[in-house]
């Protein structure tokens, strides 16, 4: 019974957590650091592809993306 309300306050802070970094952009926020790097790095692997015949989009495109911000904290 602790180990639920503890791990619901958890889930709640992390909540919070999240939606005060999205909502109050700066230069101290992890989150817009993480988007403006992701979106440096995706520039410059379309303009630099590592393989001659590199697609601008892998077929796996969306599972990165999906692992980029699930793995955010």
Same mark, same amino acid.
């Given at each position: 019974?602790?180990?639920d309300k503890a791990r619901c306050h958890v889930a709640t802070g992390f909540i919070s957590y999240l939606v005060n970094? *999205? @909502?109050y952009p700066g230069w101290h926020n992890y989150f817009y650091w993480l988007v403006g790097l992701s979106l440096a790095v995706r520039a410059l692997e *379309? @303009? &630099?592809p590592w393989r001659?015949?590199?697609p601008a989009f892998l077929k796996n495109f969306r599972v990165d @993306? &999906? &692992?980029n911000f699930s793995c955010f904290r």
């Open positions: 019974m602790v180990a970094e *999205i @909502l *379309i @303009l &630099f001659k015949d590199q @993306l &999906f &692992f």
